[in-house]
């Protein structure tokens, strides 16, 4: 029988689950398809991967990442949303998958491939479902290539993790450094958000800082979207200014990571959710806000597509 306080975590549950999904969709069988793109002076299409099928439900290509000729595409919602990672390299022009890659001690709901990134040889990967810690916790599964193939390394949890804070929502690598986002820790108010610092110490990753806004916010979903490049790590807050949203940037300096500065958009509109993507690299910051309009006015305007979305840089 369901005590109290078990029904009051599952309708907590319920209802950041439900904010997060998307539209209901009929049913069918159909392969989500991965553009690929070179540059070559200018930027082309040179294939297209596609699992071999999938349905609905079990949508490809929710997250992806690429390095070199291989890529790495996260399908969460496969096998009653465990999860799996595909594997494709470039072979003689054409995009091949070579591996699908689940972890061991997977459970169903966890989102394995919710978020991935790779640096060089070392993979991450996002399961914001994972129950180790409490319900919805969430976790990271590092991944190592030997000989061509994507194999488990370690499981990587928050040390203060607890239910419904979604670690593992968004993820990122480079070299010796992994952060991860947590949207909806709840360390300084209720949904305010996190991101994690881990640190490749000795060959074991260990957690380094944990980073929180300075101006933390109730459901500001800090830790929505995280990069780093290069002793900088950006972190978005989407929801953070009644939606308009805000990017945080972070630099190390002796052996922590401080802040840097705190990023908004010009003229920034309250639905803008300005912080849902970022990028970093070559001390260049790019902020995706998929709710900005291009400056046009939007009240009592209808229109069949109200968010063309923008990157300011």
């Known amino acids: ?10 309708m907590a ?17 159909f392969a989500w398809p991965l553009l690929v793109l070179c540059a070559l002076g200018l930027w082309v299409s040179c294939g297209r991967a596609a699992a071999p099928t999938v349905t609905v439900e079990d949508p490809f290509a929710v997250s992806v990442a690429t390095q070199d000729d291989s890529a790495l595409v996260g399908a969460p919602g496969d ?18 998958p070579v591996q699908t890659l689940s972890p061991p001690e997977l459970s169903p ?26 319900t919805d916790s969430g976790a990271v599964w590092v991944l190592r ?22 670690f593992g929502w968004s993820v990122a690598i480079d070299g010796d450094v992994i952060v991860v986002g947590s949207l909806f820790d709840d360390d300084v108010a209720t949904d305010c958000g996190a991101a994690y610092v881990f640190h490749r110490e000795d060959g074991a990753w260990v957690e380094q800082q944990k980073l929180v806004a300075d101006d933390a916010g109730r459901s500001d979903r800090f830790g ?10 950006v972190v978005g807050a989407p929801w953070a200014d009644a939606y308009a949203g805000a990017a945080y940037v972070y630099r190390f300096a002796l052996d922590r990571w401080e802040p840097e500065a705190r990023l908004v958009a010009y003229q920034a509109d309250s639905r803008d959710r300005f912080g849902s993507a970022v990028a970093v690299g070559d001390g260049v910051v790019i902020v995706g806000a998929p709710g900005d309009d291009g400056g046009r006015e939007a009240l009592d305007q209808p229109r069949r597509h109200p968010d063309s979305g923008a990157g300011p840089v």
């Open 1 to 10: 029988m369901m005590n109290s306080g078990d029904a009051s975590e599952a």
């Open 13 to 29: 549950t319920d209802r950041r689950r439900s904010r997060l999904q998307g539209p209901t969709m009929p049913a069918r069988r």
């Open 79 to 96: 096998g009653d949303s465990t999860g799996s990672l595909h594997a494709y390299e470039r072979r003689g022009g054409r995009w091949t």
């Open 109 to 134: 709901g966890d989102g394995f491939g919710h978020a991935v990134d790779v640096s060089a040889d070392v993979a991450v990967v996002g399961l914001p479902h994972d129950d180790d810690l409490a």
């Open 145 to 166: 290539r030997q000989d061509g193939r994507w194999v488990p390394e370690t499981k990587l949890t928050a040390s203060d993790g607890t239910g419904l804070d979604f």
């Open 224 to 233: 929505t979207a995280v990069a780093v490049s290069d002793k900088r790590i």
